[in-house]
């Protein structure tokens, strides 16, 4: 007899070597067919690997052109914020070579201003047997498709890598657009119907933020009214005064109202700025004209919507033109001089902003 | 003999808001651009209440020519970095100002001109920022404050 405690010892040793020994008879009968067969006539064994295309894989996306805080309108070649490449390749399983082509969608705001499709550019980088194939020059996307890295096709485990550019339009609106992006791999080589061919759909990977943006120019300037008598009143000198013209850009794409300052006129002595009249004249037949100002020293602490009615909410590309006349008043002689300036803020704004 | 002031600028405003009693660094950016077919030459100063939160990465410097005024081409620019130290001591309230771009004309003439504009800044100092305690704390609290009962039972056996 054996003992109860004896018994739950021996039954898993001889579990475990029963295992065993069909392990081995299993393993031994395996070894022994194909001893036999290589000692017996060649066999040849028919089989058919099929070309396949993995899917596609797209890393680094969207594609954000929107810096920190935004970009200008009128600006070129704005890379892709970040990282500045997309990536696409196929999965491991891809035994083919295969090319890769893409398109896009203009970028839209929510209420219908858009960037032209055109105005993304891509060059990129094919990686494809080893070597690294650059495409420097900048290609423009549209809705069709474009193929990437030329007829030589992408060997399997490659990669291409896209850098992106956005040009922003003078006067573009100040908005968030947002744009869809399409990415194609195929393959000749892969089985026919689905599989020799894999799409990649972003909706809304194209992405930028357009901030407000103020172009000022004056030109006729500086502002100059000759040699004068004391007590007198004189105009500027012509086209140094007589007019000059403050120029909104047509990259702005803001209204803007238009303000003048200036300082006291320094020499041998002290002439209070507001002895110099600035009008709102469009032409020398308009002049005297009731709508004019005094120089003066500070800005108002308030929107007045520009110094003259024509000042305020100007559009881009706009010119506005004033007239200057001096009262000289009983100084001593001598050459005098002083700053004006002329600031240009969005319509509405507090011109001083203190 | 005239000539021109020009300068252009993106964005047109900032706004930050901050909780009141963190400090706070922030770093922001503007576009200046020339538009205008001669290169400029561009000073920064910043104005107003929030001048003393502000450092500019640089307060002059030049442009390059652009495509003209009347153009649709693309402007040259710089960007300007814009930094925002913001101590935590400050209270609840509201600071503005101007970050000023100015393209003074260096000929000399009787009244010399300059054309000028400005970024407006509004920086919001918030409510009390939420202190956040950690969960761990939490954790450490309430085995404190079960081995303090232990104890206390412990010796009263």
Not at chain 1, 217 to 224: D, Q, S
């Amino acid at each position: 007899m054996v003992s109860k405690e004896k018994r739950t010892i021996l039954f898993p040793l001889i579990l475990f070597s029963v295992i065993i020994f069909t392990i081995f008879v299993v393993f031994h009968s395996m070894t022994s067919v194909i001893g036999q067969s290589e000692r017996g006539e060649n066999t040849t064994v028919n089989i058919t690997i099929r070309g396949y295309l993995d899917n596609i894989i797209v890393k680094e996306f969207p594609v954000n052109f929107t810096v920190d805080i935004g970009l200008a309108p009128g600006t070129d070649n704005n890379p892709k914020w970040g990282i500045p490449y997309l990536n696409i390749s196929t999965g491991k399983n891809t035994n083919v070579k295969w090319n890769v082509s893409m398109n896009a969608s203009s970028m839209t705001d929510s209420i219908g201003h858009f960037i032209p499709v055109k105005e993304i550019k891509v060059n990129y980088s094919c990686f494809t047997d080893g070597s690294q194939i650059d495409f420097p020059d900048l290609t423009e996307l549209s809705y069709n498709l474009q193929s990437l890295c030329g007829d030589i096709g992408l060997t399997p485990d490659s990669y291409a890598l896209i850098y992106f550019y956005l040009d922003v339009p003078a006067g573009q609106y100040n908005s968030t657009y947002y744009g869809d992006l399409w990415f194609h791999v195929n393959s000749s080589e892969a089985m026919t119907g689905e599989g020799n061919n894999r799409s990649w759909y972003g909706p809304n990977n194209t992405t930028v933020t357009i901030k407000k943006r103020i172009d000022i120019k004056w030109t006729l300037t500086p502002i100059n009214f000759g040699i004068v008598n004391p007590g007198t009143k004189v105009n500027a000198t012509k086209n140094q005064g007589w007019p000059t013209n403050v120029t909104i850009g047509s990259a702005t794409n803001v209204p803007v109202d238009l303000y003048i300052n200036g300082t006291d006129l320094n020499g041998p002595e002290f002439i209070d700025s507001q002895n110099i009249t600035y009008s709102n004249a469009t032409s020398e037949n308009e002049w005297p004209f009731i709508h004019s100002h005094l120089l003066n020293n500070t800005l108002p602490s308030f929107s007045t919507k520009g110094d003259f009615t024509n000042w305020g909410s100007i559009p881009n590309n706009t010119d506005v033109f004033s007239y200057w006349e001096m009262n000289v008043p009983n100084v001593a002689g001598g050459d005098y001089s002083a700053n004006v300036i002329a600031k240009a803020i969005e319509a509405g704004g507090d011109p001083t902003n203190g | 003999m005239s000539t021109v002031n020009a300068v252009g600028i993106s964005p047109t405003e900032l706004k930050i808001n901050v909780e009141k009693g963190k400090e706070t660094e922030l770093l922001k950016y503007v576009q200046v651009l020339n538009s205008d077919i001669n290169p400029v030459h561009i000073t920064a100063t910043v104005t107003g209440s929030v001048a003393q939160f502000i450092t500019l990465e640089k307060t002059e410097f030049d442009l390059p020519a652009g495509p003209g005024m009347h153009s649709d081409l693309a402007s040259p620019y710089q960007y300007v970095k814009v930094i925002f130290n913001i101590p935590r001591e400050l209270p609840q309230t509201k600071y503005s100002g101007e970050i000023l771009f100015t393209e003074k004309t260096t000929k000399s003439g009787m009244l010399t001109t300059a054309a000028q504009t400005g970024v407006a800044v509004e920086l919001t100092i918030g409510k009390m920022a939420n202190a956040v305690f950690p969960m761990y704390m939490n954790i450490l609290l309430i085995i404190l404050f079960l081995s303090l009962i232990f104890s206390i039972f412990y010796k009263r056996k």
